[in-house]
Nanobody
């Protein structure tokens, strides 16, 4: 099992920045891929970004490319999501997720482990 705990959410004005962190514990060797997803009220959970174990292979949703940056620190067993130029439409609960399989890293249903989520609210 892998346990994930997110932190760093909050309220920010449009154009501002936030940095989310996700701390992993347990069988972290199973976390070959770590990702961030988000779910806005009344909407389905959607992919935001993912990073593989090496840190050199990353994926982003088109809606966040150029504004968000994902990174991981394997020594500290953490993954970060730096969010810049935030927009009101980025408002959602952000979830950290992890999986062992290195395939289709944008696919929500392939992730094995999930955190509880952290709220991000962007005011206009």
């Amino acid at each position: 099992q892998v346990q994930l705990a997110e932190s760093g959410g909050g309220l920010v004005q449009a154009g501002g920045s936030l940095r989310l962190s996700c701390a992993a514990s347990g069988r972290t060797l199973s976390a070959n891929v770590m990702g961030w997803f988000r779910q806005a009220p009344g909407k389905e959970r959607e992919f935001v970004a993912a990073v593989r174990w090496s840190g050199s292979i990353v994926y982003y949703a088109d809606s966040v490319k150029g504004r968000f940056s994902i990174s991981r620190d394997n020594a500290k067993k953490t993954v970060h999501l730096q969010m810049n130029s935030l927009k009101p439409e980025d408002t959602a609960v952000y979830y950290c997720a992890a999986k062992a399989t290195i395939l289709k890293d944008t696919a929500l249903d392939l992730y094995d482990y999930w955190g509880q989520g952290t709220q991000v609210t962007v005011s206009s």
